[in-house]
């Protein structure tokens, strides 16, 4: 049985004492959680992160990782950077960092395998922008990227990889994917992961859908037969909405 997976992506927002108290406030609210919860907090919260949720059932998520172990790549975070930090999960390729900071599908690539390598468990983001979507490219956009980010990944790390299907027009604009249009979506992507991966592996790797996921939707969201999961990104800097996001099943 997969198992849900509900991540909270705090992007950049919360200072070490906000972390501590969020994560102090989210810890009770979380704990009889039949999914896995997952944080993503900004570097510098990482440590402060790791005591608040120590004994919890919140597991400790990066926003992005180079694919270098050191070296001259200013303002970069190494996945042993990470590791040693207890850092679980992490983050790579989500649209901001494609919209704003100039990764491509190829670092994608590169920032997956490195943290894989690395013993970490990662989320690959995928998703169209609007203009993709009406004009039709949604299907060709994110095979793409899913076969790009994916490229040399094994078989046996892709157990450790979760896809996040967050359509770009949906992310932090209140206008969600209809749960049938996500859905749709989300197994295309798994048809693409089948074609090099076979069919278990299709249909066992977990995909979150994220873009204005929040209490009020989350069932219906989750109830859809291909949807693993859920990325937050405003929902999750609020406890009570995360935590009930979280026990969408309650
Ligand atoms: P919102 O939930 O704020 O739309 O953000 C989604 C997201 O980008 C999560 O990574």
Redesign the pocket.
């Known amino acids: 049985m997969k198992r849900p997976i509900i991540a909270g992506?705090w992007k950049m927002n919360n200072n070490k004492e906000e972390t501590k108290a969020l994560i102090k406030e989210i810890a009770p609210l979380v704990k009889d959680a039949s999914c896995e919860v997952v944080v993503c907090v900004p570097f510098t919260s990482i440590e402060t992160a790791r005591k608040a949720a120590r004994g919890t059932n919140i597991q400790l998520g990066a926003q992005n990782v180079h694919w270098a172990n050191n070296g001259a790549f200013t303002g970069e975070i190494s996945a042993s950077m990470l590791t040693e930090l207890k850092v679980k999960y992490v983050i790579v390729g989500?649209s901001e960092r494609r919209q704003y900071f100039g990764e491509t599908d190829e670092t994608v690539n590169k920032r997956a395998k490195a943290a894989l390598k690395a013993g970490m468990k990662v989320i690959i983001?995928v998703g169209e922008t609007l203009e993709e979507r009406e004009a039709g490219k949604t299907a060709e956009v994110v095979m793409r990227q899913t076969e790009i980010a994916l490229k040399d990944i094994t078989k046996q790390e892709l157990k450790r990889v979760v896809i996040?299907y967050?359509p770009v027009w949906?992310?932090?604009t209140g206008r969600t994917a209809t749960p049938e249009d996500a859905d749709d979506t989300i197994k295309f992507i798994r048809k693409v992961v089948r074609k090099y991966y076979g069919r278990s592996s299709g249909q066992s790797i977990r995909i979150q859908y994220?873009?204005?996921?929040k209490p009020s939707n989350v069932k219906e969201l989750m109830a859809m037969p291909q949807i693993d999961g859920g990325?937050?990104?405003?929902?999750s800097l609020k406890a009570e909405d995360f935590a009930k996001i979280v026990n969408y099943d309650k």
């Not at 994220?210 to 996921?213: L, Y």
């Not at 990325?231 to 929902?235: D, K, P, V």
Request: net charge negative; aromatic share 0%.
């Open positions: 992506n989500h983001c996040a967050e949906a992310i932090g994220g873009g204005s996921m990325l937050i990104g405003g929902a």
